[in-house]
C-alpha cells in the first residue's frame, strides 16, 4: 500500500536542512496540497491542527513515501514530541484526494 505525507513547513521543497534532504531523495514528489486545517506559532515553528472551518485551509506539498519504514521514525524523531503523526485527508492542486501522514501539533 503506498504511504503518503503532507509537508507544510521545513520539509517543504526546496529546503535544505539534513531532514528535508534526506526525506526528498527518499520520496517521489506528488505536488502542491492542501488539507482542512489551519496553523499557529509553536515556538520558532508552526504547527497544524485540523479544522472543519469552511476557510481554513493550509498549503503545502504531498510526497509519495518509497520506504515507509525507514523513513517515518526518522521523521518522527525531527519533528520531536511536540508533534504527532496522523492520518488526514489531503487535496492535491491536480484534483486527487489522498490519505497521508501530517504531523499535527
Known amino acids: 500500500m503506498q504511504q503518503y505525507l503532507f509537508v507544510y513547513g521545513t520539509l517543504r521543497r526546496p529546503a535544505r536542512?539534513?531532514?528535508a534532504r534526506e526525506f526528498?531523495?527518499?520520496s517521489t514528489f506528488i505536488g502542491p496540497a492542501k488539507v482542512q486545517a489551519k496553523v499557529y506559532p509553536n515556538g520558532a515553528y508552526t504547527a497544524m491542527v485540523c479544522s472543519r472551518k469552511p476557510g481554513?485551509?493550509?498549503q503545502g506539498q504531498v510526497f509519495r513515501l518509497r520506504n515507509p519504514e525507514a523513513q517515518l521514525p526518522s521523521l518522527d524523531e525531527y519533528e520531536g514530541p511536540d508533534y504527532r503523526r496522523v492520518l488526514i485527508r489531503v487535496f492535491t492542486k491536480s484534483g486527487r484526494t489522498l490519505r497521508?501522514?501530517?504531523y499535527l501539533g
Open 17 to 19: 536542512n539534513r531532514y
Open 24 to 26: 526528498h531523495r527518499g
Open 56 to 58: 481554513d485551509w493550509v
Open 100 to 102: 497521508s501522514w501530517a
